[in-house]
């Protein structure tokens, strides 16, 4: 079946510090990967997705690229603030389904 | 434009009970998902409504139900409580029926069950 490894939080970095997280995937196919984050007490928040290999999905700093060879989709940000402390989960939804399979999320955070 | 609304936001309930769980949609989206987050099991898909119709499910016991009204709010009711069942739950709606990233998620109904 489809799965969705991240590493394990939390992620402690100061103000300014380069941020990866890491997300691997099992999926048969091609699935659509994505990135979301969800601030304390809110709902998720897409991210950033990347839909086939090589694609590279960014916003508001953040990028992630689909990395078929490796089966990887690692977040990275090349200067947090301490406003993106908060709840990433990498997700997949395989190809011609609508169903998505995500990570066990990974806690960022960020110290001024 | 109003969000995605969940009532009760929090909610405390014993082994054996059962639980009503409410979702209002975005105006005009037809299509709402339902979500179990939990510590160790994270974050898992329940079922999708559009149209008043169960469109796909997740791997969860028949003890989870939901079902949609016309005017496309959705309930999820989880019968027999159990111990296990203590999670956040996230509804999610869109305009029609696709992935994920279409959709826009709701700030959760945390359920206790003691």
């Known amino acids: 079946g489809n799965s969705v490894t991240q590493m394990e939080g939390p992620v402690t970095l100061s103000e300014e510090a380069f941020l990866t997280i890491n997300c691997t995937y099992t999926?048969?196919?091609?699935?659509?990967l994505f990135w979301y984050v969800q601030y304390p007490g809110e709902g998720l928040q897409l991210l950033l997705k990347?839909?086939?290999?090589?694609d590279k999905g960014s916003n508001k700093g953040f990028e992630a690229t689909y990395r078929k060879e490796t089966t990887s989709f690692h977040l990275e940000k090349g200067s947090v603030q301490v406003s993106d402390s908060a709840v990433y989960f990498c997700?997949?939804?395989?190809?011609?389904?609508?169903?998505?399979?995500f990570g066990r999320g990974t806690s960022l955070i960020v110290h001024p | 434009k109003a969000g995605v609304t969940q009532t009760p936001r929090y909610l405390i309930k014993t082994r054996g009970q059962q639980v009503t769980l409410s979702c209002s949609p975005i105006s005009g989206h037809r299509s709402v998902s339902w979500y179990q987050q939990t510590p160790g099991q994270g974050l898992q898909f329940l079922f999708e409504y559009f149209s008043e119709t169960q469109r796909n499910k997740g791997n969860f016991p028949g003890r989870f139900s939901g079902r949609q009204f016309s005017n496309s709010r959705s309930e999820m009711n989880v019968s027999t409580l159990e111990l296990g069942d203590s999670a956040l739950y996230l509804c999610?709606?869109?305009?029609?029926?696709?992935?994920?990233?279409?959709?826009?998620f709701g700030p959760g109904t945390r359920l206790t069950v003691l």
């Open positions: 999610a709606s869109s305009l029609d029926q696709g992935g994920p990233d279409t959709q826009y």
């Open positions: 990347a839909t086939k290999a090589d």
């Open positions: 997700a997949l939804t395989p190809r011609g389904s609508y169903i998505p399979t």
């Open positions: 999926a048969t196919g091609y699935p659509s």
